[in-house]
């Protein structure tokens, strides 16, 4: 590495080193001036370029080295590199934390699940945000290298990071894990279990003693259960900043938000920037290590786009659902007209965000959702419009659906149709399709459901909390439904604990089998644990999480048995997950990287951010 820090606002560069043969060129930035969409394609921060570093010639495979540094005490680095060809790369962040990286050769590149608008360059893009603010080391395994120009724009976030450094591909090995539950077909449960991963993808699940003696990282888990991670299907992050707000404490559903969309009205960009990273910090804690969130007001000026720069710190993987609404008071919805949106600039940026950020590769951290807030707050042309975009793109819709008697009443009356009928006809069923709550779903409405293979997001604490209904959760599952969870909103949770839900979900599905609601068998603990990771994660369309099996990305949580609240329930350390009061977890791990450890998140500056989120909430509620 280069010696001594650069003065802030400098930028550095190895020295040139000029070899024969083909080359790799790497460009290097500081970031000038703010986020700007008219800039490039994608948003991306404009930068003053340093120089170029050059290093080729590769003819055996072994790993080139290119240093650059650059001294921005209050922003980032931005780097953009162009490769004709990378097998494989990874940073390193040190302390163990480290991000695959590969090459994008289907379209100009991404980095960061962002177009760089570089004009059909190759560029190396990476699944998982790494912020540099003094260095940059690069290593590289190679065929061969070859020079590239042309213009690219650098990509930034505002989270401060540590050095950082790319390396071949790495190895992870955990074991003697008291019970390593896999989740999968036969809901494999393995004693002093582990697992080998390369790459952050899993090779070997097994017996400890099974499983190779080394690795470039080694996690024992003594004393611990090791769940796959597990996978929130509905949220609204912005909403963390309106917890337990009096006037909507003992409101329902439509009360509520006439409550608190004046409040949200007055939301900046900075705020939802704030609110993502802070409920995925506590997501992470509570052992998500994928969460989709369901942004569906933009005020102010705020974007998809700030959500994506607030997820980056926290590294849990991420679906972001581009919401919207169109009808407003002035057409007879519910929401004031400063938040709702013409439906042209609605499908303009929701096509502008998938080209961006969207990230269809197995163990991608980005993925971008299509998403209108839900039948009744935009057009049915709306609808089908957006169904017709998301399909396109080949990515998937999310809406509310059945969530209140009164909904269920309203598109009966309006529509002279039930809520899946109604959503039949608007193209909105199918594999790629998935609701939130359907809690007004009748057993025909199931079946049709199950075949067309649609999926539902149950959310307990919120239906419980807005005295909103039971879900059919065991009708539903008999059916063969795709059924995940949800915490929901923060405003209606009011949290974001995402084992706590599961336990929720097993408890309420208990509460409808009495025999004076709807009788039946209960709900088992490894059944909810299944909704919360299998399940969730085909209704997200996912076939790289939920289980811990071999080809599936490296997501797993660990949770020490070594705690007063489990004292008493080692008998069957799975359940007690579940039947014992939740706590968080003590270990998390996304794509083979830590984001929690010994109950602390790695990558976030918790009381900064605690600070900052109470001082936003508190302008907010005072207008």
Known sequence: MSGGRPRSGECHASPEREQ?????????????????????????????????????????????????????????????????????????????????????????????GMRAGNEGNRVVKRERPVVLRDHLRISFVVPWLHSTDGGGTGIATDDPGGL?????????????????????????????????????????????????????????????????????????????????????????????LRTLYPIWARMTPDDVRISTELALSELALSGCTTSSDHQYLWPNGSRLDDQIEGAAAVGIRFHAARGSMSLGESDGGLPPDSVVEDEETILLDTQRVIEAFHDPEPGSMIRVVVAPCSPFSVTPELMRSSADLARQYNVHLHTHVAETHDEEQFCIETFGRRPVELMEDLGWVGDDVWYAHGIYINDDEILRLATSETGVAHCPSSNMRLASGIAPVRRYLAAGVRLGLGVD????NDGSHLLAEARQAMLLARLAAAPSIEGGRLLTAREALRIATRGSAAVL???????????????????????????????????????????GVDDSFVQGRPVVRSRELVDVDLPRLIAKQNTAAERLLVG
Not at 186 to 213: Q, S
Not at 229 to 244: C, D, K, M, P, S
Not at 489 to 492: D, I, P, Q, Y
């Open 20 to 112: 024969s043969g083909q080359q790799l060129a790497l460009r290097v930035g500081c970031p000038d001036g703010p986020s700007d969409s008219r800039h490039g394609t994608n948003g991306a921060r404009r930068f003053t370029p340093c120089k170029v570093a050059q290093d080729g010639r590769d003819e055996g495979g072994v790993d080139e080295v290119l240093e650059a540094s650059c001294g921005t005490n209050a922003n980032p680095i931005a780097f953009h590199i162009d490769t004709g060809e990378v097998e494989a790369l990874e940073i390193d962040r040190g302390r163990g934390r480290s991000v695959r990286g590969s090459v994008d050769r289907r379209t100009a590149g991404k980095y960061n």
């Open 164 to 256: 950082g450094t790319f390396r071949g591909m790495s190895t992870l090995l955990v074991r003697h894990a008291q019970v390593l539950a896999t989740m999968d077909d036969g809901g494999t449960e393995i004693i002093d279990g582990g697992l080998f991963a390369v790459d952050g993808f899993i090779k070997e699940v097994g017996p400890t003693a099974t499983l190779p003696e080394t690795a470039d990282e080694v996690v024992d888990l003594s004393g611990h259960v090791v769940l796959p991670g597990l996978i929130n299907t509905h949220h609204h992050f912005y909403q963390t900043l309106t917890r337990a707000v009096p006037g909507a404490q003992d409101a329902g559903l439509f009360d509520w």
């Open 489 to 492: 909103g923060s405003a209606s």
């Open 541 to 583: 369309g996912r076939d790289d999480v939920g289980s811990l099996e071999p080809g599936k990305a490296a997501d797993f949580i660990a949770i020490s048995l070594d705690r007063l609240e489990y004292a008493g329930a080692l008998h069957d350390p799975v359940a007690a997950v579940l039947f014992v009061a939740p706590t």
